[in-house]
């Protein structure tokens, strides 16, 4: 019984951090309808600015950490205007645009290698970390704190979506993007905010990310797989079903290294992607067909 | 000293020659955006390295590297068969990571992170392919083939019908073609070569870790084949050399290994990157990517 309710902490606190990730994938997923793939090193690179603010700086951490977010939006914002917008000009396909997103994820990972070095670097901010006990399943305090805080943003991201006007015109684009334009809707400026505010989304991401584990240059890429993962399996359109498939996608990881060894983790991923690209490509709550026409 | 130099280069460029043409047959003729090329090389390199092992003859590993490599293409083509465009690439690279993690976790079979060491130098019948000029013409040789095959293929009436798949399928299935049969066979022939080229990677390193079969390496093939040019085997000949022998210019600069291996990255994914933006036809490109 422990081990159960063990394996759903982690779970839980695992789709917390994907849920974080595939949020901002899919916001902006749904307004450009592009696999934005270096979503990944967003993370990345907030992960080490934070680091340089804070560890390398000495900046006050919540400072660092405000910085950190406004620095993920801005990030994204200027990979939308300086390279994708641009790209987007010349009429590349969806397929160009994912292929340039790869080379871009591996551009930043090797920049980053490349300043910060290969070693993990951690930011050794909580040096004591208790653990609470509930039913013989350990959670630490920070962990709650990551749990805690990405519900919160989640379930505001979802009101905003929901209820906000930019939100429903967010929706509205996503919906049907030509209608949407013949309704006066300036579908670029909404990929620009989408662009920074699933960005800033990643950056937020990157602090729960840097005070929970390491950071290295690699980990973008494992995140983006994850995140993209969670999307697909709830839909990658929805914002509601992306953060649902990743909570899913952190359990099934979990729950599935109770019967295989533990360094399959990373392959259960992987098999479920495939499998719900194979069979259902709009995810659970996904809005539209997949399979592109 | 020099001389071997180059002849290890000239090495490299044969074998990911091989790669990208088989990678342009798949994503510049048929029109399959695939991006699961780098799996089939890795599984050409561990099923020869591993009978190598078992004291296999040489030939029998190289061609059973492709033939592996070419089953299982046909299973991810089957199982992938109403996917195209953006979403036939995910599901491709889907496939990728996943060959890549059995790779890493498989462990009683390919000793996971550890890799494979001491993998034999094909012989055949005595004769030892172990002089590096010999195994050049080994990798010339075959590379020539495959070069020769393919530019009779897409000269073909059978090309054509490849480049249909690519330009009309519904067009293609209207007049009574099977376009699932040609996009099989098409992905076949492509597995089969880069397992070959696996193979020959495997036994001229003779160490192999699931680290070259991932996503850093496919960037390279990638880059290789949108420079060269979608559908132009030509292309692909001339970007292979360039974009191998350019990062080269770092080893003169007189660098640390733990810059020169992000830096050779860095250039292969920026030039990706420029040329997408600048110029995305390549060299000698005949049709845009879909």
């Known amino acids: ?95 160009v645009l994912l292929i340039a997103s790869v080379g871009l994820l591996i551009l ?33 305090g920070l962990q709650i704190v990551i749990v805690v805080s990405a519900l919160i943003l989640l379930a505001g991201l979802f009101l905003f979506v929901r209820y906000s006007k930019l939100g429903k015109t967010m929706r509205a684009v996503a919906d049907n993007p030509s209608l949407a334009n013949i309704l006066g809707i300036n579908s670029d400026k909404i990929a620009q905010i989408s662009f920074a505010l699933g960005s800033a989304i990643a950056g937020f991401a990157a602090i729960l990310i840097a005070l929970e584990q390491n950071i290295e240059p690699v980990m973008g890429l494992n995140l983006i797989i994850k995140g993209f993962t969670g999307a697909i399996i709830g839909g990658a359109t929805s914002l509601p079903g992306s953060i649902l498939g990743s909570y899913l996608l952190g359990l099934a990881e979990n729950f599935g290294i109770w019967y295989l060894p533990s360094g399959y983790k990373d392959a259960i991923a992987f098999v479920l992607l495939f499998i719900f690209l194979l069979i259902k490509p709009s995810g659970i709550l996904g809005i539209c067909k997949g399979v592109k026409e | 000293m020099f001389s071997a130099y180059i002849i290890h ?21 048929t029109g399959l955006l695939n991006l699961a090329q780098i799996a089939f090389f890795g599984i050409g390199a561990y099923t020869s390295a591993l009978l190598a092992l078992q004291c296999w003859p040489w030939i029998f590993c190289f061609l059973l590297g492709g033939v592996l490599a070419s089953l299982l293409s046909f299973i991810l083509i089957f199982a992938t068969r109403k996917l195209k465009g953006d979403y036939l690439a995910i599901a491709t690279l889907g496939f990728a990571f996943v060959v890549y993690s059995i790779l890493l976790n498989w462990t009683d079979l390919t000793r996971g992170p550890l890799g494979i060491p001491g993998i034999p130098k094909p012989k055949i019948d005595g004769l030892i392919f172990w002089p590096v000029n010999i195994y050049l013409i080994l990798v010339i ?43 099989y066979q098409s992905m076949m022939l ?63 600069v007189d660098l640390p290994s733990s810059v020169l291996g992000p830096g050779r990255r860095i250039i292969y994914a920026l030039i990706l990157v420029l040329i997408l933006l600048f110029k995305p036809r390549g060299i000698d490109g005949k049709v845009d990517l879909e």
């Open chain 1, 108 to 140: 930043m990972e090797n920049l980053m290698l490349l300043i910060f070095g290969a070693d993990v670097k951690s930011l050794n901010l909580l040096e004591i970390n208790k653990g609470y006990e509930i039913g013989g399943a350990i959670i630490t």
């Open chain 1, 1 to 95: 019984m422990s081990i159960f309710l063990q394996l759903l902490i982690n779970g839980i606190i695992a789709g917390s951090i994907y849920a974080l990730v595939a949020a901002g994938f899919s916001m902006i997923y749904a307004t450009n309808r592009f696999i934005h793939f270096a979503h990944g090193t967003m993370v990345t690179a907030s992960a080490y600015f934070l680091y340089w603010l804070f560890v390398m700086l000495g900046v006050n951490f919540y400072l660092a950490s405000l910085l950190t977010i406004i620095f993920a939006g801005f990030l994204g914002w200027l990979t939308y205007v300086g390279f994708y917008k641009q790209l987007k000009k010349k009429k590349a396909s969806n397929a």
């Open chain 2, 141 to 183: 040789v075959v590379a020539a083939i495959i070069y020769f095959i393919l530019h009779r293929l897409i000269k073909s009436r059978y090309g054509r019908l490849l480049e249909g798949v690519r330009d009309n399928e519904i067009g293609l299935a209207i007049l009574g073609k099977n376009t699932f049969r040609l996009k």
């Open chain 2, 9 to 29: 280069l000239l090495i490299i460029i044969g074998i990911f020659l091989i790669l990208a043409l088989s990678l342009n047959l798949t994503i510049g003729y």
């Open chain 2, 190 to 252: 492509a597995a089969f070569f880069a397992g070959l080229a696996g193979s020959l990677y495997a036994h001229y390193i003779t160490y192999i870790d699931p680290s070259t079969f991932y996503l850093e390496d496919l960037i390279l093939v990638l880059t290789i084949v949108i420079v060269g040019g979608l559908a132009s085997l030509r292309g692909t000949v001339l970007a292979s050399f360039i974009i191998i022998l350019i990062p080269e210019i770092l080893r003169f």
